[in-house]
Nanobody, 123 residues
């Protein structure tokens, strides 16, 4: 079992540039992909970004492309999401996910999930 723990959420302003963190247990490897999803109030969970631990290849949802950046720290089994140019529509619970064999934007293939961290963007 792989355990994921998100942190860094909270109440932020549009001018802020917060960074979310997700720490995985030491059972992940460089062949894995780690992703961020989010779920706003009354909405379905949607894809945000994903990164391969080997090669650092990334893929972003159109809704955040050019505003958010995903990165990883291999030594610490950690993935980050740095958010800029925030909008009220970005308010959601942000979830970390990991997969040993999938690196896309569908939520169903991801085998492991964190509990989520709330991000609220003030208007």
């Amino acid at each position: 079992q792989v355990y994921l723990a998100e942190s860094g959420g909270g109440l932020v302003q549009a001018a802020d540039s917060p960074t979310l963190s997700c720490v995985a247990s030491a059972r992940t490897s460089n062949s894995w992909c780690m992703a961020w999803f989010r779920q706003g109030a009354g909405k379905e969970r949607e894809f945000v970004a994903v990164i391969k631990f080997s090669g650092a290849t990334t893929y972003y949802a159109n809704s955040i492309k050019g505003r958010f950046t995903i990165s990883r720290d291999i030594a610490n089994n950690t993935v980050y999401l740095t958010m800029t140019n925030l909008r009220p529509e970005d308010t959601a619970v942000y979830y970390c996910a990991a997969s040993a064999r999938y690196c896309g934007g569908n939520k169903e293939p991801y085998e492991y999930w964190g509990q989520g961290t709330q991000v609220t963007v003030s208007s």
